[in-house]
Protein backbone atom coordinates (compact mmCIF):
# COMPACT_ATOMS: atom_id res chain seq x y z
CA UNK A 1 0.00 0.00 0.00
CA UNK A 2 1.39 3.40 -0.91
CA UNK A 3 1.36 6.46 1.27
CA UNK A 4 -1.02 8.35 -0.61
CA UNK A 5 -3.22 5.39 -0.59
CA UNK A 6 -3.81 5.80 3.27
CA UNK A 7 -3.43 9.43 3.64
CA UNK A 8 -6.84 10.36 4.37
CA UNK A 9 -8.65 12.86 2.04
CA UNK A 10 -9.44 16.37 2.46
CA UNK A 11 -13.05 15.41 1.67
CA UNK A 12 -13.08 13.12 5.22
CA UNK A 13 -11.98 16.28 7.10
CA UNK A 14 -15.34 18.17 5.34
CA UNK A 15 -17.68 18.80 8.79
CA UNK A 16 -21.40 18.29 7.55
CA UNK A 17 -22.86 21.70 6.37
CA UNK A 18 -25.66 23.89 7.96
CA UNK A 19 -27.75 25.05 5.69
CA UNK A 20 -28.85 28.94 5.61
CA UNK A 21 -30.99 31.05 3.49
CA UNK A 22 -28.51 34.22 3.20
CA UNK A 23 -29.31 38.09 3.02
CA UNK A 24 -28.61 39.61 -0.05
CA UNK A 25 -25.21 41.32 1.12
CA UNK A 26 -23.05 44.51 -0.22
CA UNK A 27 -19.65 43.95 -0.62
CA UNK A 28 -16.77 46.31 -1.12
CA UNK A 29 -13.22 45.69 -1.56
CA UNK A 30 -9.82 44.94 -4.01
CA UNK A 31 -10.53 43.15 -6.69
CA UNK A 32 -7.89 40.88 -8.58
CA UNK A 33 -7.34 38.32 -11.14
CA UNK A 34 -5.76 34.98 -10.98
CA UNK A 35 -3.64 32.55 -12.23
CA UNK A 36 -3.23 28.83 -10.78
CA UNK A 37 0.38 30.25 -11.46
CA UNK A 38 -0.36 33.45 -9.58
CA UNK A 39 -2.40 32.13 -6.65
CA UNK A 40 -0.01 32.62 -3.96
CA UNK A 41 -0.23 36.00 -4.30
CA UNK A 42 -3.63 36.85 -2.97
CA UNK A 43 -2.09 36.82 0.40
CA UNK A 44 -0.81 40.39 -0.56
CA UNK A 45 -4.16 41.83 -1.89
CA UNK A 46 -5.13 41.22 1.50
CA UNK A 47 -2.04 42.48 2.95
CA UNK A 48 -3.39 46.12 0.95
CA UNK A 49 -6.93 45.88 2.21
CA UNK A 50 -5.77 45.65 6.15
CA UNK A 51 -5.06 49.38 6.33
CA UNK A 52 -8.87 50.54 5.20
CA UNK A 53 -10.29 48.05 7.57
CA UNK A 54 -12.58 49.69 10.01
CA UNK A 55 -12.26 53.03 7.93
CA UNK A 56 -14.41 51.75 5.09
CA UNK A 57 -17.58 54.42 4.77
CA UNK A 58 -20.46 52.36 5.60
CA UNK A 59 -18.79 49.35 6.55
CA UNK A 60 -20.94 46.91 8.34
CA UNK A 61 -19.34 45.26 11.64
CA UNK A 62 -16.12 43.46 11.38
CA UNK A 63 -16.52 39.99 9.45
CA UNK A 64 -14.74 40.28 5.76
CA UNK A 65 -15.34 38.36 2.88
CA UNK A 66 -12.94 36.86 0.22
CA UNK A 67 -15.65 36.58 -2.98
CA UNK A 68 -14.49 34.46 -6.12
CA UNK A 69 -15.88 34.37 -9.75
CA UNK A 70 -14.87 31.06 -11.40
CA UNK A 71 -14.90 31.55 -15.17
CA UNK A 72 -15.92 28.23 -16.62
CA UNK A 73 -13.45 25.68 -18.43
CA UNK A 74 -10.62 28.13 -16.63
CA UNK A 75 -8.65 27.23 -13.81
CA UNK A 76 -8.09 31.38 -13.30
CA UNK A 77 -10.22 33.45 -10.82
CA UNK A 78 -11.42 36.65 -9.68
CA UNK A 79 -11.16 37.42 -6.39
CA UNK A 80 -12.67 40.45 -4.37
CA UNK A 81 -11.40 40.69 -0.68
CA UNK A 82 -13.71 43.24 1.07
CA UNK A 83 -16.44 44.08 3.61
CA UNK A 84 -19.66 44.47 4.15
CA UNK A 85 -21.02 48.07 3.73
CA UNK A 86 -24.35 49.77 3.99
CA UNK A 87 -24.31 51.33 0.68
CA UNK A 88 -21.61 51.96 -2.10
CA UNK A 89 -21.30 55.70 -1.70
CA UNK A 90 -18.10 57.27 -0.94
CA UNK A 91 -16.06 54.42 -1.09
CA UNK A 92 -12.19 54.59 -2.19
CA UNK A 93 -11.39 54.64 -5.94
CA UNK A 94 -9.80 51.90 -6.15
CA UNK A 95 -12.54 49.91 -4.47
CA UNK A 96 -15.05 47.40 -6.49
CA UNK A 97 -18.15 46.64 -5.49
CA UNK A 98 -20.43 43.56 -5.75
CA UNK A 99 -23.81 42.98 -4.62
CA UNK A 100 -24.55 39.31 -3.60
CA UNK A 101 -28.52 38.02 -4.36
CA UNK A 102 -30.34 36.72 -1.32
CA UNK A 103 -29.95 32.76 -1.50
CA UNK A 104 -29.67 29.56 0.18
CA UNK A 105 -26.34 28.22 0.89
CA UNK A 106 -24.32 25.22 2.45
CA UNK A 107 -21.34 26.53 4.71
CA UNK A 108 -18.82 24.73 5.35
CA UNK A 109 -16.68 25.76 8.15
CA UNK A 110 -12.83 25.32 7.57
CA UNK A 111 -10.60 24.46 10.52
CA UNK A 112 -6.84 24.62 9.46
CA UNK A 113 -5.23 27.24 8.52
CA UNK A 114 -5.99 30.01 6.06
CA UNK A 115 -3.64 28.93 3.64
CA UNK A 116 -5.36 25.50 3.01
CA UNK A 117 -8.52 27.12 2.84
CA UNK A 118 -8.18 25.99 -0.94
CA UNK A 119 -8.04 22.40 -0.15
CA UNK A 120 -11.58 22.43 1.44
CA UNK A 121 -12.94 24.35 -1.42
CA UNK A 122 -11.59 21.73 -3.95
CA UNK A 123 -13.03 18.68 -1.19
CA UNK A 124 -16.57 20.41 -1.89
CA UNK A 125 -16.23 20.81 -5.36
CA UNK A 126 -14.94 16.82 -5.88
CA UNK A 127 -16.41 15.17 -3.12
CA UNK A 128 -19.12 16.93 -0.98
CA UNK A 129 -20.99 17.94 -4.63
CA UNK A 130 -21.11 14.53 -6.27
CA UNK A 131 -21.63 12.52 -3.41
CA UNK A 132 -24.65 14.63 -2.02
CA UNK A 133 -28.05 15.63 -3.42
CA UNK A 134 -26.80 19.11 -3.48
CA UNK A 135 -26.92 21.31 -7.08
CA UNK A 136 -25.11 24.22 -7.08
CA UNK A 137 -27.29 27.07 -7.51
CA UNK A 138 -27.01 29.23 -11.20
CA UNK A 139 -24.79 32.01 -10.99
CA UNK A 140 -26.80 34.99 -12.49
CA UNK A 141 -25.61 38.47 -13.53
CA UNK A 142 -22.18 39.55 -11.23
CA UNK A 143 -23.61 37.17 -8.56
CA UNK A 144 -20.25 35.45 -7.29
CA UNK A 145 -19.41 31.48 -7.79
CA UNK A 146 -18.90 31.71 -3.96
CA UNK A 147 -17.54 33.46 -0.89
CA UNK A 148 -15.23 32.80 2.50
CA UNK A 149 -16.54 34.52 5.23
CA UNK A 150 -13.96 35.51 8.12
CA UNK A 151 -15.84 36.01 11.12
CA UNK A 152 -14.37 38.42 14.46
CA UNK A 153 -12.81 34.82 15.51
CA UNK A 154 -10.38 34.94 12.93
CA UNK A 155 -7.10 35.97 13.60
CA UNK A 156 -4.98 37.82 10.85
CA UNK A 157 -1.73 36.84 12.83
CA UNK A 158 -1.78 33.07 13.27
CA UNK A 159 -4.29 32.17 10.15
CA UNK A 160 -6.66 30.46 12.57
CA UNK A 161 -10.28 30.32 13.71
CA UNK A 162 -13.90 31.99 12.19
CA UNK A 163 -13.50 30.47 8.47
CA UNK A 164 -16.61 29.52 6.16
CA UNK A 165 -16.71 28.97 2.76
CA UNK A 166 -20.82 29.84 1.28
CA UNK A 167 -21.69 27.66 -1.27
CA UNK A 168 -24.88 28.65 -3.14
CA UNK A 169 -27.36 25.50 -3.45
CA UNK A 170 -30.67 24.98 -5.19
CA UNK A 171 -33.39 25.82 -3.15
Known sequence: MTHAATKPSQARQLEPPRFENGKALLIAGLRSDYTPESMNDLPVQWQR?????????????????????????????????GVEVSDFSSLP???????????????????????RIRETIEAIGSKWFPESVQEPARRSGEAPDFFERYTEQFDPRTGMGGMEIWIPVKC
Request: glycine share 8%; net charge positive.
Open 93 to 115: LEFTIVSIPAQRYAVFSHRGHVS
Open 49 to 81: LVPHLGKIPGQIGRTAYGVSWCPENSPAISYLC
